[in-house]
């Protein structure tokens, strides 16, 4: 079955966490799947200095922590540093390794011995095939799932490239490839200061996706993304995410 992952880019508030939450809830009742939810306490790869992070790591997880008691979802978060993996794996059920990370050892180490799924994010300079060194790293420290993801490839200056030749390559590695539909629609620091995006090429990458052998999906979404905190550019609006997920079962 398909794996789907979905949700703001960072903790905003608690009422953005609850709004997006609900939908997720009446999206798998309705359409019989099981989306995990998403969300950052920090961003730690902002283009500025002065743009928005997020809540922290205390204060995020025990966000986090209260959607999964309030609304029963399962939780995915990204962690920067090491010595975060063991905090979140008491909270998190999918630890992901952001792209830009995807190799450092240290941290595919310790998010492995969480004994949680850890989603690694296949770097913007990297194949798919170069993706089996990430990969060993975390199973021969001790996880027992892991998922790779595609998110695009470096195309010159502010700009982004799917291969969808990557999901099938990593598709010979990992059991579980996922594609990042929204990062990937990206336009990485093109906004004077900030991200861009194209957030109408979303449900084509997924279906796109589809069609190379892709078997779990990852969407950013936001009730009004023009007004999110982060990556508001390429977010998918909440409203359309269960015409994509239903297009995609």
Not at 22 to 36: Q, S, T
Not at 96 to 115: M, W
Not at 186 to 201: D, H, L, S, V, Y
Request: aromatic share 8%; proline share 4%; hydrophobic share 45%.
């Amino acid at each position: 079955m398909n794996k789907f992952v979905a949700g703001p880019c960072v903790i905003e508030s608690a009422e953005l966490l609850d709004c997006v939450a609900a939908k997720l809830v009446e999206i798998n009742a309705r359409l019989g799947v099981d989306i995990i939810f998403k969300a950052s306490f920090d961003k730690a790869n902002r283009t500025s200095l002065s743009s928005y992070r997020g809540v922290g790591l205390d204060k995020g997880l025990q966000m986090l922590s209260d959607v999964k008691s309030k609304w029963g979802l399962k939780l995915c978060t990204d962690i920067h540093e090491a010595w975060q993996a063991a905090p979140a794996g008491e909270v998190i059920d999918v630890v992901q390794i952001p792209a830009f990370l995807c190799r450092q050892t240290d941290l595919l180490v310790a998010a492995a011995k969480t004994g949680k799924i850890v989603n690694i994010k296949k770097a913007q300079f990297l194949s798919g095939e170069d993706m089996i060194y990430p990969y060993e790293k975390a199973v021969k420290s001790g996880a027992q799932e892991v998922w790779l993801t595609e998110r695009g490839n470096m195309f010159g200056y502010n700009n982004l490239i799917v291969d969808f030749r990557n999901i099938a390559d990593m598709k010979k590695i990992a059991p579980t490839v996922v594609m990042d539909c929204t990062h990937s629609v990206q336009r990485p620091g093109a906004a004077g200061g900030k991200t861009g995006g194209n957030r109408e090429f979303v449900p084509s990458m997924a279906q796109a996706a589809k069609a190379f052998g892709a078997n779990g999906f990852f969407f950013e979404v936001h009730p009004d993304p023009d007004k999110g905190m982060s990556d508001a550019a390429n977010m998918l609006e909440l409203e359309k995410l269960e015409a994509v997920v239903k297009s995609l079962i």
